[in-house]
Nanobody
């Protein structure tokens, strides 16, 4: 069994910052890419940013220069530092991990989501 637990969401004023964390635990052999997605009310879930096991990153154009993803492989944890937040960043943020379990299955796993609300 694999679990992804997110933390760090909340309410912040426009221009503020938040840091999200996501820790993966359970029957994990290795983790390939980890990423953050978000889903605003009435919209489809979209990729915000991702990071590979060797540290390569990519970002959605809407967050480039404002958000930074990082990970600690030893802790199976990924972080999302969000600066200069805008009201349009308001969404539920989901962590995703592309991993291989101890029984050899490769699959994508999701966290439960954490709400980020940016007030204007």
């Amino acid at each position: 069994q694999v679990q992804l637990v997110e933390s760090g969401g909340g309410l912040v004023q426009a221009g503020g910052s938040l840091r999200l964390s996501c820790a993966a635990s359970g029957s994990i052999f290795s983790i390939n890419a980890m990423g953050w997605y978000r889903q605003a009310l009435g919209k489809q879930r979209e990729l915000v940013t991702s990071i590979t096991s060797d540290g390569s990153t990519n970002y959605a154009d809407s967050v480039k220069g404002r958000f930074t993803i990082s990970r600690e492989n030893a802790k199976n944890t990924v972080y999302l530092q969000m600066n200069s937040l805008k009201p349009e960043d308001t969404a539920v943020y989901y962590c995703n991990a592309d991993l291989i379990t101890t029984w050899g299955l490769r699959d994508g796993y999701w966290g439960q989501g954490t709400q980020v609300t940016v007030s204007s």
